[in-house]
Structures are given as structure tokens and as C-alpha cells.
């Protein structure tokens, strides 16, 4: 018994003598910045003077849109799309069904008629 705990003692000291090792000091690192201390000090008092830096966004009110259609425009498209005859039916409603609209838009039907009347 005695045996075995020498054994078991020198393979510790073993393993904790392979696993310790010691880091070199390399000194103190450079700096890795291209702008100098006074650059970043003030750069540093400009962020910290911005206006509203802490706001977070949306919550000044709307922000800008660029537009790119005439806003008549899509609210004719809209209204056309609101009122198509088989918006709400696809081809998955039946089973091997295939979707044919046999009705007109009453968008059309209307501009069309509109269209008629101003030739009489």
C-alpha cells in the first residue's frame, strides 16, 4: 500500500510539473491607433457635446421618405386591388383547381364607363 501511494504521489508531481509553465513579459503593448491623444480627446468632447446622442431612433416623429410614385397613382392601384372580384382566391383552395377569373374589375367596369360617357 505504501507503494502505491509513492507512485500515485510522483505521478501528480509529474503531471502538475509538465502542466505549469510561466508567461514572458513582453512589456507594455503599443498603441495600435493612427490618431494621436489629442485627436481622440477631441473627438471624444464632440460626441460627448452631439445633440441628441442618446435618442434612440423614431423617436424625434416620422422620419423622411423618398417617394417614387405620385400619390394619386397608388391609391388608384390600391383601390383596384381592394375591390379585384377573386383577390381572395388562390389555386391551393381545390384541389387541381385552376383559377380563371370570368369577372371584370369594377375599377375598370366604372372607368370604363366614364370613358363611354364623355363620347355621347
Known amino acids: 500500500m505504501h507503494e502505491r501511494a509513492i507512485l500515485a504521489v510522483a505521478a501528480l508531481s509529474f ?11 513582453q512589456g507594455v503593448q503599443g498603441s495600435v491607433s493612427a490618431l494621436s491623444r489629442a485627436e481622440v480627446q477631441a473627438q471624444a468632447v464632440a ?3 452631439a445633440k441628441d446622442q442618446n435618442v434612440t431612433r423614431g423617436s424625434r416623429g416620422a422620419e423622411t421618405v423618398a417617394v417614387s410614385k405620385d400619390r394619386a397613382l397608388v391609391q388608384a392601384e390600391a383601390v383596384r386591388t381592394a ?5 381572395n382566391v388562390s389555386s391551393g383552395s381545390r384541389v387541381d383547381s385552376k383559377v380563371i377569373s370570368t369577372l371584370q374589375n369594377p375599377v375598370d367596369v366604372r372607368a370604363a364607363a366614364q370613358g363611354n360617357a364623355g363620347k355621347l
Open 15 to 25: 503531471a502538475a510539473a509538465a502542466g505549469v509553465h510561466a508567461e514572458e513579459y
Open 47 to 49: 460626441a460627448a457635446h
Open 83 to 87: 375591390h379585384a372580384p377573386d383577390q
